[in-house]
């Protein structure tokens, strides 16, 4: 079974550029999650899919962040513009039903804002 | 916000012994999950304990939860260098709440 899958792996950008990660999950799972994982912390939830809709976005920046999964497969984070404080591992999960049951992540897009 | 929060930071042992880690959360739920973050592999799941069970084994990983605490801990027994890594129990919710994270060391 093919795991999750993201792109690019490492991504080095200036502030106030912008940045677009893509995910592609396990197939047939139906929650898609975007963790930022800041060095030396546990990873924290941005965003979290059921099918294409959004369930939780509570912690998304929304004036610099955005994320989509229109057709409820795929998914991108994008920031625009960036800043240095997200320096961080973006890290993609999926997961069966729902968040009670295990997720599977994917390696991460480590980006570094200069 | 249900986070968990691991104890301790940081742990280290020689091959052979047996680490153990705790974890401590804030209200109800309905399962605990522990993961393992090191950089080969990534974040990996690596057992689920449910709020009715008390205990559980999976290899030489041993999870007990008590609810009445709000506390589990997880035990690897006969560590190996492979066990190195950081660990991360983590609580659903609304979303699933990742605590700091253990850091193991094991040398051989």
């Known amino acids: 079974e093919a795991g999750v899958a993201q792109s690019p792996r490492y991504k080095i950008i200036e502030k106030r550029q912008s940045v677009a990660f893509w995910c592609n999950p396990i197939?047939?799972?139906?929650?898609l999650y975007w963790y930022q994982q800041i060095l030396g912390q546990g990873p924290k939830l941005l965003i979290q899919?059921?099918?294409?809709?959004?369930?939780?976005d509570s912690q998304l920046p929304k004036d610099r962040f955005s994320a989509e999964r229109l057709k409820g497969v795929d998914s991108t984070l994008k920031i625009q513009p960036a800043k240095l404080e997200d320096s961080a591992v973006y890290l993609c999960?999926?997961?069966?039903?729902?968040?009670?049951?295990?997720?599977?992540f994917g390696p991460g897009t480590r980006l570094t804002v200069l | 916000s249900q986070q968990g929060e691991e104890d301790p930071q940081a742990l280290s042992i020689q091959e052979g012994e047996n680490a153990t880690m705790n974890c401590s959360y804030k209200?109800?739920?309905?399962?605990l999950q522990w993961y393992r973050q090191n950089s080969g592999r990534g974040l990996v799941h690596l057992i689920l304990?449910?709020?009715?069970?008390r205990e559980k084994h999976s290899g030489r990983l041993r999870v007990t939860l008590d609810t009445s605490k709000k506390s589990s801990s997880l035990l690897i027994t006969a560590s190996r260098a492979a066990d190195t890594a950081s660990y991360f129990c983590?609580?659903?919710?609304?979303?699933?709440?990742f605590g700091k994270g253990t850091s193991l060391l094991v040398t051989p």
């Open positions: 999960a999926s997961s069966l039903i729902g968040d009670s049951d295990e997720q599977f």
């Open positions: 899919f059921q099918n294409n809709g959004v369930v939780d």
């Open positions: 983590a609580t659903p919710g609304y979303a699933l709440n």
């Open positions: 209200t109800s739920i309905n399962n």
């Open positions: 304990i449910r709020s009715n069970e």
């Open positions: 197939s047939g799972h139906a929650t």
